[in-house]
């Protein structure tokens, strides 16, 4: 009886924390939620378009308001005003060839001499910021204006006209099938880029109007993760997580995707949301996380605090050094033009961490950063080939039912490209994937779709093997046991001392 209750109170467990860690993302979702934003703009504003036409037109971007409000994740539409009401477009191009944007051209405006001319180009420096166009040309009733042409490639507005001068038709085209005219006219007085126009509040109407509009066409999803890492975990206390977020679009028979990575972090209840890893890095929210029982003193805590930094951000495996200066860590994470571009790192005299700068011109003179020795012979027998699992943390897992398991494994990938060395995955030791290549790099991810794995012990290795098909003689291999059901047959002594959970990364805490 006694085994019984302790079977149910591992299970019990094991449902808790899985909970716990599902209510940890939506919490990271529900801070993403919070951000959404709208700011609606007055555009292609100034004397042109005040002389053209008598509606007013508007660029609204709807999204993710972050830490950089330059790097803000949005959706961009845009609405024309007139007598008749709001209209809603997918792009500018679409306002200005729209048979909205005619009707609202005022009658005593015409296409009829080349002043006007220049002045409707006025207004397309608004619309597209083209400011070294070709000029525009004439050619019967129709009044080409080219934004752009390159080996005969052209871009223009093509507008069309009735024999007042009264605009029909106006469109847009990007590769556009003409001849271009002998005599072009351009604005040769540039002046007007410069006038400055005054700010006008955006109508509380129209702001109402918007919003709802955007919020429906706003179409994305979040998929939110937890970093799990051993060395942040020595380093840190916040929780950290990855974040994508995809925004997608179909307008004019397309349909488009675009993919942001945002950078959650976690610290006393508190989430804050970052765009770029470098600014979370830099954040006094990091600085404050940092565990008061780590100091960056010696060669062993700036290794850690390196491998830290790696599971976080991204760095060139082949540039990447660390070294001390002038009393602070540098931590270099790629090179440019002979400069370090990388974090450095301040702290007191005890070695506790007090600030964290991110610079792009870190001299490297003097500094032995780690190359990839040319001309030298290659001895295998001095490699250490650190093939090491970093992700998951453990090699026997158990998940009650199918999901995907990410891997990632390090390597050393230089001394692997000097023999020609691949990495194969094999299920139940039939090989199943393969990564290979002249420059493989480290560390290798790689994903277990949960579709592929069935009842009972599944048995996934990653091996590192010489070339050729001898599949027995690996240089390092790393074996997982992914028990898919109940749980195994094992004593509940030694099921708590090896049971790894991939959805938790952490033993049962029994």
């Known amino acids: 009886m006694n085994h019984i209750k302790t079977f149910l109170i591992v299970v019990l467990i094991v449902c808790t924390m899985t909970t716990l860690l599902a209510d940890s993302n939506q919490q990271v979702i529900d801070a993403l939620e919070l951000t959404k934003g ?65 009707n609202s051209i005022r009658p005593e405006f015409s296409l009829t001499s080349i002043d006007d001319g220049l002045l409707f180009q006025q207004f397309l420096y608004a619309v597209d910021d083209n400011f070294f166009n070709e000029g525009f040309y004439i050619e019967g009733n129709t009044w080409v204006f080219v934004r752009d042409e390159f080996f005969g490639d052209i871009e223009a507005f093509i507008v069309e006209t009735d024999g007042n001068g009264t605009i029909t038709s106006i469109s847009h085209e990007y590769d556009a099938e003409l001849t ?65 977020i995809s925004i997608d679009e179909e307008y004019d028979d397309m349909y488009s995707s675009s993919l942001y990575e945002v950078f959650p972090f976690e610290k006393d209840g508190e989430i804050l949301l970052f ?63 002979d400069e370090g571009m990388g974090y450095i790192v301040s702290t007191d005299e005890g070695g506790a961490i007090t600030k964290v700068t991110y610079s792009m011109e870190i001299p490297l003179e003097g500094v032995d950063v780690p190359e990839e020795p040319i001309g030298v012979p290659f001895d295998e027998s001095e490699v250490t080939w650190t093939f090491t699992l970093l992700d998951p943390l453990k090699k026997l897992i158990w998940i009650p039912y199918p999901e995907d398991i990410p891997v990632c494994i390090e390597f050393n990938d230089w001394a692997a490209n000097q023999i020609g060395a691949w990495i194969g995955t094999f299920q139940d030791d039939a090989l199943v994937n393969v990564y290979s290549g002249t420059d493989i790099t480290s560390p290798f991810y790689d994903l277990i779709p949960g579709e592929y794995l069935y009842p009972g012990e599944n048995r996934i290795s990653y091996r590192l093997l010489r070339p050729g098909n001898d599949y027995d003689k690996a240089i390092a291999s790393i074996d997982l046991s992914i028990w898919i059901g109940e749980l195994p047959p094992l004593d509940l002594t030694t099921l708590v001392k090896t049971i790894g959970l991939t959805n938790l990364q952490k033993e049962l805490p029994l």
């Not at 209209?87 to 306002?95: I, K, L, P």
């Not at 066409?217 to 380093?235: F, G, N, Q």
């Open 38 to 102: 709208l700011h609606v703009e007055e555009i292609f504003v100034g004397d042109a378009l005040r002389a053209i036409s008598n509606a007013s037109i508007y660029e609204a971007r709807y999204g993710f308001v972050l830490s950089n409000q330059n790097e803000d994740i949005f959706l961009a539409r845009y609405f024309l005003e007139d007598m008749d009401g709001l209209t809603f477009f997918d792009t500018a191009y679409q306002v200005v060839c729209s048979e909205e944007f005619i």
């Open 275 to 337: 765009d770029e890893i470098r600014d979370l890095l830099t954040s006094s929210a990091f600085i404050d996380s940092i565990r008061t029982d780590f100091f960056l003193i010696d060669e062993a805590s700036a290794e850690l605090f390196e491998l830290a930094l790696d599971d976080v951000s991204d760095f060139d495996r082949r540039e990447k050094a660390r070294f001390e200066r002038n009393g602070s860590w540098v931590f270099i994470r790629e090179e440019f033009f």
């Open 180 to 244: 271009m005219g002998d005599e072009l006219y351009e604005n040769l007085d540039m002046d007007f880029i410069y006038n400055e126009t005054e700010y006008i509040p955006i109508p509380s109407t129209v702001f109402d109007k918007i919003l709802p509009i955007m919020q429906q066409e706003l179409d994305y999803t979040l998929d939110v993760s937890v970093i799990t890492s051993s060395h942040l975990a020595k380093v840190s206390k916040a929780n950290w997580y990855s974040c994508e």
